[in-house]
């Protein structure tokens, strides 16, 4: 028996719940999602400041930092289990995976695993890419894909590319889907937020109340509980006396 584990109840750190990649030392396996976005990095006050590939400064902003190419992917993390965005701006990574997609025997890294290695530290930290081989992509994987949007063009403009701001009209496709804007997996009203909307709505003026009946017909809305949750949002906040 391990004493010092019985002595903490078999506790187990819990892990980081950050959606963007860091990889760790030592094995790294991950399947590449989506297709990469590609620009420039330069950092200010230790942010970074992401420029699309055409439009690269003339210098860096930071002294001690160098302008660097980027690429962006969304990818399955098997160590965390998670969906999560990776940015990389290691030159052996991006050309490790450019080799791989022009090998006729491996292609399109969405179609197999790839395993990450990082070894070293600081200067001397090194990465070697290797592919696992061919399988599909695991459905829950697909699934966890559809319930977490992400918008890889985001990074150009400042934007979280997890919000619902920057999801809300496009998210960035699978690797093999065409690039176009994808309608969101609607998430229904709760049988609690259908009620709150009705008491709500009786205790406003009668102009209010014709104004969301006759949007509610003009997109075809029959019931409160088929409402699209960001105009739910949108009526309570009016209703509570937002703008």
């Not at 009946?213 to 006396?241: H, S, T, V």
Request: hydrophobic share 35%; aromatic share 10%; glycine share 4%.
């Amino acid at each position: 028996m391990n004493v010092a584990m019985d002595y903490l109840n078999g506790y187990v750190a819990p892990k980081s719940q950050s959606h963007y990649t860091k990889l760790q030392k030592g094995e790294n396996r991950l399947r590449l999602l989506s297709k990469p976005v590609f620009g420039w990095e330069d950092w200010i006050e230790n942010k970074p400041i992401r420029y699309e590939l055409h439009n690269k400064p003339s210098k860096s902003s930071s002294p001690d930092r160098k302008v660097k190419e980027f690429w962006a992917f969304i990818v399955y993390n098997y160590d965390t289990q998670r969906i999560e965005l990776m940015s990389t701006d290691k030159a052996t990574i991006r050309k490790s995976i450019q080799n791989l997609c022009a090998d006729a025997d491996w292609g399109s890294p969405f179609f197999y695993d790839i395993k990450i290695l990082r070894s070293g530290e600081g200067k001397d930290t090194e990465y070697v890419v290797n592919p696992l081989p061919r399988k599909p992509v695991d459905p829950s994987i697909l699934e966890a894909f559809r319930d977490r949007p992400c918008n890889l063009n985001a990074l150009f403009t400042g934007l979280d590319p997890w919000s619902e701001e920057s999801t809300k009209e496009y998210f960035t496709p699978l690797a093999d889907e065409e690039p176009k804007v994808i309608p969101l997996k609607e998430e229904k009203l709760t049988v609690a937020e259908v009620t709150e909307l009705a008491k709500s709505l009786g205790g406003m003026p009668k102009e209010f109340c014709d104004e969301v009946q006759a949007f509610m017909k003009k997109q075809k809305i029959e019931n409160y509980d088929d409402i699209p949750r960001p105009m739910y949002e949108r009526l309570m906040k009016k209703i509570k006396g937002g703008n």
